[in-house]
């Protein structure tokens, strides 16, 4: 499978590479003209990228005409994330990525373990991570990680603009297959690919007012079985669970 490498330098026929992709594929890579590589531009348009010349720190090619990245879903699902402990936020943004989340919000509430602490030095690490867990999944985009929310309040002010909002709850909810069978009945005009919010909770959970809040909001309170999920379990099985009842695992 050729290598892929995201770039927003790609006009008429010509792409260009730099930074440090650029240092990858030219240096680690001992890549050759003529070799061919995929090359996204971030917008869920990917190239075949041809190699036609080596500069001190760009790779430029001759590209294909544009076609749709074939790994979007067709749901574009933004999952707020309670903030755990430890790497565990690590590991959710990089199965998250590959599962096909657009966005990442995490954020503290009342009963988070961890607390807020560089968290821009973090998030420099998260975007990293993201961009990684991207190319080696085939994403077209790569995903969004928001700063922390610093209460769950600031989580239920940016829920608007969504097409449905998920709360899922410890304490158990409707089936998530019901809830995306009414969001559907409700809006049968909703675009192609609807926007979806995905609400976690960290090692916690969530107090009873924060989900009487979610409600309030317009989240739909909904639960992932009988079982207690641990947190970096949650997120991921309620984005495969969305994939699976919305045909994108198909």
């Keep these: 499978m050729p290598h892929r490498y995201f770039t927003k330098e790609i006009a008429g026929g010509h792409a260009v590479l730099s930074g440090e992709d650029a240092h990858h594929l030219a240096r680690v890579m001992r890549a050759k003209l003529g070799q061919t590589v995929i ?4 917008n869920a348009v990917e190239y075949t990228g041809t190699i036609t010349a080596f500069g001190p720190d760009t790779v430029e090619f001759a590209v294909s005409e544009g076609y749709p990245t074939a790994a979007e879903p067709g749901v574009e699902m933004t999952l ?5 402990k430890q790497d565990k936020l690590e590991q959710i943004l990089q199965h998250g990525t590959e599962l096909g989340i657009a966005h990442f919000v995490p954020f503290f509430s009342r009963y988070c373990v ?5 968290e821009e030095q973090k998030n420099a690490r998260y975007a990293r991570i993201v961009l990684e867990a991207a190319k080696q999944a085939g994403r077209g985009v790569i995903p969004e990680v928001a700063l922390a929310l610093e209460n769950f309040g600031a989580v239920c002010r940016a829920l ?3 097409d449905a909002v998920l709360f899922f709850y410890e304490c158990g909810g409707v089936s998530l297959a ?5 969001y559907r009945a409700a809006k049968p005009g909703t ?4 926007k979806l919010a995905l609400i976690t909770g960290a090692e916690g959970g969530f107090a009873p007012e924060e989900a009487a809040a979610a409600a309030a909001a317009g989240a739909v309170t909904v639960g992932l079985g009988p079982r207690i999920l641990r947190c970096e379990t949650a997120p991921l099985a309620a984005a495969a669970a969305v994939l699976a009842l919305t045909e994108n695992l198909e």
Excluded: N
Aim: hydrophobic share 40%; charged share 25%.
């Design 39 to 42: 090359l996204c531009d971030g």
């Design 80 to 84: 707020f994330v309670g903030y755990p």
């Design 114 to 118: 961890a607390a807020p602490k560089k």
């Design 160 to 162: 608007k603009g969504f």
């Design 178 to 182: 019901s809830a995306l069978k009414a």
């Design 191 to 194: 675009a192609p690919r609807p």
